[in-house]
């Protein structure tokens, strides 16, 4: 079998296979499109699409033709960042509302490709950079941000107009901030109203925050930024949500809100009229659901209380003309789907059970049925369910067992992508007919079979186990084993703890692993990874159990893995290290400190050191602030443990990272280095927190492998 080197892991062929991204139905659901990596460049996307009626498919735009090289704005960078997207090329489109032309943002510049003559007009030039496009419903116009301000082009006459003229230093029209984007998933700053007369948008005030500076070193230079980062405990931007008409006419909406309150979530009823606001207080423990408008004062709606958090969702959907609206709730500890009528009163239940709801797909009020992602099979398996919107029946699964899906539905719910993957089967994607469940087409094959890229590197051989354990609490842990690929009888292997554990995040899963975890299996190592209390999916009781102090009730959760590990006869119980990047680094410092007897190395990247260090959304969600929980904040980092250190530690930080600051591991460089206990250190200049880019995976994969081997490889047996 062919070895898998470190440098085949990040060069071309992608040994995932094909990775169609951002599928998506055109309006009028004849076709279908998506973003798909360059021949021969794996980082540069093109854009495609598929004709249904004909099974056609073509490349649509080679963005290679249309490359500049410019330099991305600040805005761009920081936006990218956020979504972590580290691709070139195409990386976002938007269908036209009449499905006859595709709009792209390229290198900030606008293009626009009519599919009839097969042509591509460029609408903006390349002097200025535009980011956060999108069309009015009614396709006539088209919405972007400018230097911090929101415009309006007109494409059937040309013109461009602003709608706001202040942006610019610490004030911004119609983007998120930095807040919104990092913590709360939301990433929009402005909203279409339904009949394309309107929209609202967020003003956003830096002000408030006090400027930090913060060193970006790069391999020859260093940039201080002065940055207004939120740190908990600290002020957060000033946000004011507007209207503005066609014409240009602004009214600021009385939201009659704490102003340290946040503006989770804004969508617009049916009838235009009015907004859906959800308000989330600063402890993040009370969201109000208001409706707002112009004029007059809001009315609340309902109100959504929790004695730990309230996790934000997407799951709000307008109904009927007379306000009924689609709600999702944790209130029975799952998230589960509600129809309100427009006074906020519960109609009825759609769904119930043991079990969370993750996504709406789509609701169509013709057949009155709801399409949902949810894990009411098994939490190791997203899958798509189809169930009414008028009455609590059971969903109906309309995707394949063993396997965990990503779903898109076709207007009218005649068609659906499903987008699978399981730890057998690379990426996938396959279109269905949403009547008969049957296969339309195969858009994307990419079996593990004898030509797939992965094939002579895997074959048939490398297999997950899944299985449980229980908490202390009695709760179910799931994990996943992979054992070392050549099994000898009497003979014992290092076991590598892959580690995240982190709330919002789950690992855990029936889902294609990528590369790294089967190279690691040919080199005679197993691979556990274990989903610990506050991992997602799993209710608000599987979650709850963190709130007030972090890395305790995961820490234990993650050694009863290892007791597990123990009870192996092929596992070495001297030979266990752990590996873990951003929480998952912090939980690997935690593990070797607090458990210096189990864990003989640990790789930590780019790790939370110090919880005061972090923003303000996400910390408090968990801690509070710093003022009221002084020994939760202290107990949860890692320098009270740091005596606890015994094995061997490697620890890499980018230089540039602007999500889990650089100081946090130059606070325990300092603070080992008084206590004189020696560690292994990598930085990488001009690196952020993902540390992306081709040459420094190759680099610091190579240095993690003789790491390891170095400090748990066979040598040592």
Not at 64 to 70: G, M
Not at 519 to 537: E, K, P, T
Not at 546 to 574: A, C, M, S
């Amino acid at each position: 079998m062919t070895e898998l080197t470190v440098e085949r892991l990040f060069s071309a062929p992608d040994l995932n296979g094909p990775q169609p991204r951002a599928l998506k139905f055109s309006p009028d659901g004849k076709q279908i499109s998506w973003l798909q990596p360059a021949d021969g460049d794996d980082e540069r996307l093109d854009l495609w699409h598929y004709v249904i009626e004909t099974g056609s498919t073509e490349m649509l735009v080679d963005s290679e033709t249309l490359l500049v090289s410019r330099e991305l704005s600040d805005e761009e960078k920081a936006r990218r960042e956020r979504k972590r997207i580290f691709n070139s090329g195409i990386i976002e489109y938007f269908w036209h509302p009449n499905s006859e032309a595709i709009l792209f943002p390229l290198e900030g510049s606008l293009y626009l490709h009519h599919l009839g003559p097969d042509k591509t007009e460029q609408l903006t030039d390349d002097t200025t950079f535009e980011t956060d496009v999108s069309f009015s419903p009614d396709g006539r116009y088209l919405a972007f941000v400018r230097r911090k301000n929101l415009y309006l082009l007109n494409l059937e006459t040309g013109t461009e107009y602003a709608v706001t003229d202040d942006g610019g230093d610490t004030i911004s029209n119609g983007l998120a901030e930095f807040i919104a984007q990092e913590e709360m998933h939301r990433f929009d700053g402005y909203w279409w109203s339904p009949d394309s007369q309107k929209i609202a948008f967020v003003r956003v005030d830096e002000s408030p925050i006090d400027i930090t500076h913060r060193f970006e070193i790069e391999a020859d230079s260093f940039t201080i930024h002065e940055q207004r980062y939120p740190y908990t405990g600290g002020p957060n931007a000033s946000i004011e949500l507007g209207i503005a008409t066609l014409d240009g006419h602004i009214e600021w909406l009385d939201l009659e809100r704490d102003p340290d309150s946040y503006l989770a979530r804004i969508n617009w009823f049916r009838d235009a009229s009015s907004l859906a606001v959800q308000i989330q207080s600063r402890d993040q423990q009370i969201l109000d659901l208001v409706r707002a408008e112009p004029g007059n004062a809001p009315t609340r709606l309902l109100t959504e209380t929790s004695e730990s958090w309230i996790n934000l969702q997407d799951h709000f959907r307008p109904l009927g003309p007379e306000g009924d609206f689609l709600w999702g709730s944790e209130r029975s500890g799952f998230c589960h789907l509600y129809r309100l009528d427009k006074d906020g009163q519960v109609l009825n239940a759609v769904t119930e059970g043991d079990w969370v709801v993750r996504r709406v797909c789509h609701v169509d009020l013709q057949t009155r049925r709801v399409w949902f992602e949810g894990h009411l099979d098994t939490p190791l398996e997203t899958h798509l369910y189809v169930t009414s919107l008028d009455q609590l029946e059971s969903p109906l699964r309309l995707t394949r067992a063993g396997l965990s899906h990503a779903a898109a539905i076709g207007p009218g719910g005649i068609h659906f992508l499903d987008r699978y993957s399981g730890s057998a089967q690379p990426v996938s994607v396959d279109l269905f007919d949403a009547t008969s469940g049957a296969v339309v087409e195969r858009l994307s094959v990419n079996d593990l079979t004898d030509r797939h890229p992965m094939f002579p590197f895997i074959g048939s051989e490398d297999r997950f186990q899944f299985g449980t354990l229980h908490a202390d609490d009695g709760q179910e842990l799931h994990y996943s084993l992979l054992e070392p690929r050549q099994l000898e009888p009497g003979r014992r292997y290092p076991v590598i703890l892959a580690v995240y554990g982190g709330p919002g995040v789950q690992r855990v899963t029936r889902e294609w692993p990528g590369a790294w975890m089967h190279h690691m299996a040919a080199r005679g190592y197993g691979i556990l990874r274990l989903d610990n209390r506050g991992s997602s999916h799993r209710g608000k009781r599987f979650e709850a159990p963190i709130f007030g102090e972090l890395g305790v009730h995961e820490v234990n959760d993650q050694l009863v893995g290892i007791d597990y590990l123990k009870t192996l006869d092929w596992v070495d119980p001297e030979r266990i290290g752990a590996f873990g990047h951003s929480y998952g680094g912090y939980m690997t410092l935690l593990l070797m400190m607090k458990a210096p007897e189990v864990f003989q190395a640990g790789i930590s990247v780019a790790p939370v050191v110090d919880w005061h260090l972090y923003d303000t959304h996400y910390t408090e969600r968990y801690l509070g602030q710093p003022r009221d929980n002084t020994d939760g904040y202290r107990n949860s980092g890692v320098l009270p443990w740091v005596d606890g250190l015994r094995g061997k530690l490697l620890l890499i930080h980018g230089m540039a990272d602007d999500n889990v600051l650089f100081t946090n591991s130059t606070m325990l460089m300092k603070s080992l280095q008084e206590r004189n206990a020696a560690f292994d250190l990598m930085t990488y200049p001009g690196a952020k927190h993902a540390i992306a880019g081709r040459a420094n995976n190759i680099h610091r994969y190579t240095m993690m492998d003789r790491f390891f081997d170095e400090h748990l490889g066979d040598r040592l047996k």
